[in-house]
C-alpha cells in the first residue's frame, strides 16, 4: 500500500500570500496518477489537480500542481479568501488508492 | 450536469447490515469506473472500494479495513452504485460518498453504527 504524507499539517497565511503543500509517497506514484481536493466543512471534496499537474475543469489557474515519483507540490499563488480549506492528496496509481492525512491552510 | 446521489444511511447496532445507494445521472454510467470513500467525523478522507467497467471485468477492489464485510457492486441498467455493508463496527461510522472519475461527488450519507 503506498502511504501518502502530506506537511505541513496546518499552514497560517494571510490573503494574497503564496501557500506550498507538500505530499510526499512511500513509494513512486507511477504515471504520476496522483490527485489534490480540497474540501470546506459540510462539503463534499472537490476535484482541483489530477495527473500530478492537470487542473480540473472550472479551477483558477491560480491552482497549481508539480512534481513526479514520490514527491508533489500543491501551489496555490495567491490565497484568496474562499481558499482557506483543508487539503487532499490521493494517489490512484495503484490499490488500494490512498489519500494523505490532510493539509488545513487557516487564515493567519 | 452531473449528478451523485447517495442514500441508505442510517443507525445500525454493531454487528448490523446495511446497504448504501448512489444514483447516477448526467454522464455515461457505465463507462465509469465508481468508487466509495469515507470519512469519520472531524477525520480524515479513507478510500473505501472501486468497481471497474464490466468491460473491464467489472473488477473489485477494497480497503483492508473493509475488506471481507463490505460488496460493492452496480447496475448499469439502473445507473446506480451499491455498497453491501456487513458485520458493522463502531469505527465504520462516517460520511460515505460515491465518486465516479475523480472529480465527480455525491453529497453523502451517513453512517452511525452506535449500539
Known amino acids: 500500500e503506498i502511504v501518502l504524507t502530506q506537511s505541513p499539517g496546518t499552514l497560517s497565511l494571510s490573503p494574497g500570500e503564496r501557500a506550498t503543500l507538500s505530499c510526499r509517497a512511500s513509494?513512486?506514484?507511477?504515471?504520476?496518477?496522483l490527485a489534490w481536493y480540497q474540501q470546506k466543512p459540510g462539503q463534499a471534496p472537490r476535484l482541483l489537480i489530477y495527473?500530478?499537474?492537470s487542473r480540473a475543469t472550472g479551477i483558477p489557474d491560480r491552482f497549481s500542481g508539480s512534481g513526479s515519483g514520490t514527491d508533489f507540490t500543491l501551489t496555490v499563488s495567491r490565497l484568496e479568501p474562499e481558499d482557506f480549506a483543508v487539503y487532499y492528496c490521493?494517489?490512484?496509481?495503484?490499490?488500494?488508492?490512498?489519500f494523505g492525512q490532510g493539509t488545513k491552510v487557516e487564515i493567519k | 450536469e452531473v449528478q451523485l446521489v447517495e442514500s441508505g444511511g442510517g443507525l445500525v447496532k454493531p454487528g448490523g447490515s446495511l446497504r448504501l445507494s448512489c444514483a447516477a445521472s448526467?454522464?455515461?454510467?457505465?463507462?465509469?469506473?465508481m468508487t466509495w470513500v469515507r470519512q469519520a467525523p472531524g477525520k480524515g478522507l479513507e478510500w473505501v472500494g472501486r468497481?471497474?467497467?464490466?468491460?473491464?471485468?467489472?473488477?473489485?477492489d477494497y480497503a483492508a479495513p473493509v475488506k471481507g464485510r463490505f460488496t460493492i457492486s452496480r447496475d448499469d441498467s439502473k445507473n446506480t452504485l451499491y455498497l453491501e455493508m456487513n458485520s458493522l463496527k463502531t469505527e465504520d461510522t462516517a460520511m460515505y460518498y460515491c465518486?465516479?472519475?475523480?472529480?465527480?461527488w455525491g453529497q453523502g450519507t451517513l453512517v452511525t453504527v452506535s449500539s
Open positions: 448526467g454522464f455515461t454510467f457505465s463507462d465509469a469506473w
Open positions: 513509494q513512486s506514484v507511477r504515471s504520476s496518477f
Open positions: 465518486t465516479a472519475a475523480l472529480g465527480y
Open positions: 468497481i471497474k467497467t464490466k468491460t473491464n471485468s467489472g473488477t473489485t
Open positions: 490521493q494517489q490512484y496509481t495503484s490499490s488500494p488508492w490512498t
Open positions: 495527473d500530478a499537474s
